[in-house]
């Protein structure tokens, strides 16, 4: 999960390089479909072509038949789904249903002033289509452009434009990352990274987060929950080895003294009224 220009494909692509998994976007999946002229990607052509949205039946139809092509066996990085909770419960029940259960949530965080400029900062070359950025990728050195052109020819798409920017950030954060970081922060699944800064610096931060995490290696949802409870546990079994510690000590002092004054059969006696005396103190120095 990321914002637009969160960076989150760049960094994708370096999960699928580690991990020799495939790299699974919606864009993709809606390409793929409709070049093979499948039902679903007609489906989706016919909603697309007459301005509407591709539906979330549609969609977890499509992503379906992705996940479970061979490559995506191993696992697979889902990129740009789910952008709604509908689409996220209906995600969950998919994978519930093909038996793979995400591992992680990964969520991309930078300032959205930082975002602004990182996307209305962007130009695209008329003639060669690079793209650059004037505050990060300014246009390069000559020769670059196509017949060897001293200079590219830049230009700001439509979408780039700042106010259209703070339009689909601001979209983003209602529709997307507010609602469903929170519903993976309810399955425990959501790792927040932070994505400013340099490209390199952001994939050691990422890969150092997915680390960190992977000590637990849940599979599936139970599993993940009793991870989480893991901690407590070493707890209390520390608390309760503590707890007879102090008994046995209490039992040790209590032994050379029940050998000394008293036969095997008055220990137990001696004891409880060792016992006893703590117990009633103890409310005796309240009332004090
Ligand atoms: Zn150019």
Same mark, same amino acid.
């Given at each position: 999960?990321?914002?637009?220009?969160?960076?989150?494909?760049?960094?994708?692509?370096?999960?699928?390089?580690?991990?020799?998994? $495939? +790299?699974?976007?919606?864009?993709?999946?809606?390409?793929?479909?409709?070049?093979?002229?499948?039902? @679903?990607?007609?489906?989706?052509?016919?909603?697309?072509?007459?301005?509407?949205?591709?539906?979330?039946?549609?969609?977890?139809?499509?992503?379906?038949?992705?996940?479970?092509? *061979?490559?995506?066996?191993?696992?697979?990085?889902?990129?740009?789904?789910?952008?709604?909770? *509908?689409?996220?419960?209906?995600?969950?029940?998919? @994978?519930?249903? %093909?038996?793979? *259960?995400?591992?992680? /949530?990964?969520?991309?965080?930078?300032?959205?002033?930082?975002?602004? !400029? &990182?996307?209305?900062?962007?130009?695209?070359?008329?003639?060669?289509?690079?793209?650059?950025?004037? +505050?990060?990728?300014? $246009?390069?050195?000559?020769?670059?452009?196509?017949?060897?052109?001293?200079? +590219?020819?830049? /230009?700001?798409?439509?979408?780039?434009?700042?106010?259209?920017?703070?339009?689909?950030?601001?979209?983003?954060?209602?529709?997307?990352?507010?609602?469903?970081?929170?519903?993976?922060?309810?399955?425990?699944?959501?790792?927040?990274?932070?994505?400013?800064?340099?490209?390199?610096? /952001?994939?050691?931060?990422?890969?150092?987060?997915?680390?960190?995490?992977?000590?637990?290696? $849940?599979?599936?949802?139970? !599993?993940?929950?009793?991870?989480?409870?893991? $901690?407590?546990?070493?707890?209390?079994?520390?608390?309760?080895?503590?707890?007879? %510690?102090?008994?046995?000590?209490?039992?040790?002092?209590?032994?050379?003294?029940?050998?000394?004054?008293?036969?095997?059969?008055? &220990?137990?006696?001696?004891?409880?009224?060792?016992?006893?005396?703590?117990?009633?103190?103890?409310?005796?120095?309240?009332?004090?």
């Amino acid at each position: 999960m990321g914002a637009p220009g969160s960076g989150k494909g760049t960094q994708a692509q370096r999960l699928v390089s580690r991990y020799g998994i $495939p +790299h699974v976007s919606t864009g993709d999946i809606l390409r793929r479909e409709q070049e093979q002229g499948t039902e @679903l990607g007609l489906r989706a052509r016919k909603i697309m072509e007459s301005g509407g949205y591709v539906d979330d039946a549609t969609m977890i139809a499509m992503i379906r038949n992705r996940l479970t092509q *061979p490559d995506a066996a191993k696992g697979f990085i889902l990129d740009g789904f789910p952008r709604t909770i *509908p689409q996220a419960e209906a995600l969950t029940k998919l @994978l519930a249903e %093909i038996g793979a *259960p995400l591992d992680v /949530v990964l969520l991309f965080e930078v300032n959205n002033e930082q975002l602004v !400029k &990182r996307l209305s900062g962007r130009r695209v070359c008329e003639l060669c289509k690079k793209v650059f950025n004037v +505050h990060t990728a300014p $246009p390069s050195v000559p020769p670059a452009c196509v017949d060897a052109r001293d200079e +590219h020819q830049v /230009v700001q798409r439509a979408d780039d434009a700042e106010d259209t920017v703070r339009a689909r950030l601001a979209k983003y954060e209602e529709m997307t990352r507010r609602p469903v970081s929170g519903f993976y922060s309810y399955t425990g699944l959501i790792r927040p990274v932070d994505a400013e800064g340099d490209i390199d610096e /952001v994939t050691r931060r990422m890969f150092a987060t997915l680390v960190a995490g992977s000590r637990a290696d $849940p599979s599936d949802v139970k !599993k993940r929950v009793a991870a989480r409870r893991k $901690p407590a546990k070493p707890k209390a079994r520390a608390r309760a080895r503590a707890r007879t %510690i102090v008994r046995r000590k209490a039992k040790s002092r209590a032994k050379p003294a029940a050998k000394k004054s008293a036969p095997k059969k008055q &220990r137990a006696p001696v004891r409880k009224s060792s016992r006893r005396p703590v117990r009633k103190a103890r409310p005796a120095r309240r009332k004090k």
